[in-house]
C-alpha cells in the first residue's frame, strides 16, 4: 500500500500533524466531489440507454452507486471518528486511496468499453465527463496527493493507452496525446495545490504551537501570581501577628510600675516602657525604637549638672 506519509514534505517536527491535517482536508473536501460524480454516473447511464447492452450498463451505474454510497459512508465514519492519531490518520488514508482507485477504474472502464460502438457524440459526452472529474479532483483530493494521481490515472491511464496503442489512426494518436498534456496539467496543478496546502497547515500548526506557548506562559504567570500573591498575605498575617505581640509586650511592660529599658550592643533602645520615659522625662523622639540611647544619656547627665 502506498504510504501516505512521503505525500507530504515538511519539517521533520510537523510531520504527524501535517498527515493527520492532510487527511481530515480530504475528507472534509471530498464528499461533494463524490456526489457530483455520482450524478454525472446517472447522466451518462441516462445518455446511454438504448445504445449497447442495457444489462452491463445497469451494472455499472448500480455498481457506481455502490461505490459512492461506500465512500460517503467511510468519510462519515472518519469524521465521527474520536482517533485521529496519524497511525489512524494512515488507516483512513489508505481506505479513500483505494476507493478513489476503484472510483476512477470505473470511470476509466465506461471510458473505453462502454462506449464502444456508441455514437460519436456519446464518446465526446463522456471524455467530457472524465476529463471534467479529474479537473475537479485537484481541489478534492490534492491534500494527498496519491489519492489524486490514483484516481486521475485510473479514470484517464486506460483511455490514454488504448487512443495510443489502439487507436489506429492519426487522430486517436494526437486526442490520446492531448488528454495526457491535460493530465501533466492537472497533476502539476495537484502539486501546487498541495504545496499551498502544505504552507497553509504548516502556518496553522505553527500558530497553534504560538498559541499554546503563550498560553504556557500565561498559566507559569497566573501561578508565580497565586504564590506571590500567597506569599504576601502570609507576611501580612505575620506582620499583623507581631505587631498584636508587640502591642501586647509593650502593654504589658507600660503595666509595670518600674522603669523598663532594653538595650542593644549598639545601645540603640529595643524596648522602654512609660515609666522609664516618665522618670527620665524623655520625649517621643529620643524614646523611639532605634534611637541612640548613648546621646540620650550624654543629654540627661549634662542636664542633671
Known amino acids: 500500500m502506498l504510504n501516505l506519509a512521503r505525500s507530504v514534505a515538511p519539517s521533520r517536527g510537523l510531520d ?13 473536501h471530498a464528499g461533494f466531489g463524490i456526489i457530483g460524480s455520482l450524478i454525472c454516473a446517472l447522466v451518462f447511464g441516462a445518455a ?4 449497447g447492452a442495457p444489462t452491463e450498463l445497469s451494472i455499472w451505474t448500480a455498481g ?4 459512492s454510497a461506500a465512500r460517503l459512508w467511510q468519510i462519515r465514519r472518519f469524521l465521527h471518528c474520536e482517533d485521529k492519531s496519524p497511525e489512524a490518520a494512515r488507516r483512513w488514508g489508505a ?19 462502454l462506449v464502444e460502438g456508441q455514437p460519436e457524440v456519446l464518446r465526446l459526452f463522456t471524455y467530457l465527463i472524465i476529463g471534467g472529474l479529474c479537473a475537479g479532483s485537484v481541489a478534492a483530493f490534492a491534500a494527498v ?13 486506460p483511455l490514454v493507452i ?16 492531448l488528454i495526457l498534456v491535460f493530465l501533466l496539467v492537472l497533476s502539476a496543478t495537484a502539486v501546487k495545490q498541495s504545496e499551498t496546502i502544505r504552507a497553509s497547515l504548516q502556518i496553522q500548526f505553527e500558530n497553534q504551537e504560538l498559541i ?5 506562559a500565561m498559566d507559569d504567570s497566573a501561578a508565580l501570581n497565586d504564590s506571590l500573591t500567597a506569599e504576601i498575605r502570609q507576611r501580612e498575617r505575620i506582620e499583623q501577628d507581631l505587631a498584636r ?3 501586647l509586650y509593650q502593654a504589658t511592660m507600660d503595666a509595670v510600675d518600674e522603669g523598663i529599658l532594653a538595650l542593644d550592643r549598639d545601645h540603640r533602645i529595643v524596648a522602654i516602657n512609660k515609666r522609664f520615659k516618665a522618670l527620665w522625662a524623655l520625649n517621643d523622639k529620643d524614646a523611639a525604637t532605634g534611637a541612640d540611647h548613648r546621646r540620650t544619656a550624654e543629654r540627661l547627665r549634662r542636664l542633671q549638672r
Open 16 to 28: 504527524q500533524p501535517f498527515l493527520v491535517g492532510r487527511v481530515r482536508l480530504l475528507h472534509e
Open 48 to 51: 446511454c440507454a438504448g445504445h
Open 64 to 67: 457506481f452507486a455502490g461505490l
Open 95 to 113: 481506505q479513500f486511496l483505494v476507493f478513489s482507485l476503484a472510483s476512477g477504474l470505473w470511470w476509466g472502464y465506461a471510458g473505453i468499453v
Open 145 to 157: 496527493l496519491p489519492v489524486f494521481f490514483a484516481f486521475t490515472a485510473g479514470a484517464l491511464g
Open 162 to 177: 488504448q487512443l495510443v496503442l489502439f487507436g489506429g489512426d492519426r487522430v486517436s494518436y494526437l486526442v490520446g496525446f
Open 212 to 216: 499554546e506557548g503563550l498560553q504556557s
Open 245 to 247: 505581640s508587640l502591642a
